[in-house]
């Protein structure tokens, strides 16, 4: 079993920035793949950014160039810095872990998720 813990969700002002964390009580060493999907209002769950052991990254058109994603090995931590935020941003953000090998929308763990909400 993996445990994905969350935080660093709030509300904040468009154009604002927020940094969400993910800590994973495994080893992220061993871990192939972990990123962080959304799921807002009327909206089915997206994946918004991911991350490899290797280093590599991938994002949703609708974040690239505003959000990155890292990672801290020996914090066992990865990171979503999310920056130039848009209201359409709003949603619950939820961590996951794929082991071995992604298979889309169907990752090995999940988080419970953190709450942004992005508003004037």
């Known amino acids: 079993q993996v445990q994905l813990v969350e935080s660093g969700g709030g509300l904040v002002q468009p154009g604002g920035s927020l940094r969400l964390s993910c800590a994973s009580s495994?080893?992220?060493?061993?871990?192939?793949?972990m990123g962080w999907y959304r799921q807002g209002p009327g909206n089915q769950r997206e994946l918004v950014a991911q991350i490899t052991s290797d280093g590599g990254t991938k994002y949703a058109d609708s974040v690239k160039g505003r959000f990155a994603i890292s990672r801290d090995n020996a914090k066992n931590t990865v990171y979503l810095q999310m920056n130039s935020l848009k209201s359409e941003d709003t949603a619950v953000y939820l961590c996951?872990?794929?082991?071995?090998?992604?298979?889309?929308?169907?990752?090995?763990?999940w988080g419970r998720g953190t709450q942004v909400t992005v508003s004037s």
């Open positions: 996951y872990a794929d082991l071995y090998s992604s298979i889309p929308d169907r990752p090995d763990y």
């Open positions: 495994r080893s992220i060493v061993t871990i192939f793949a």
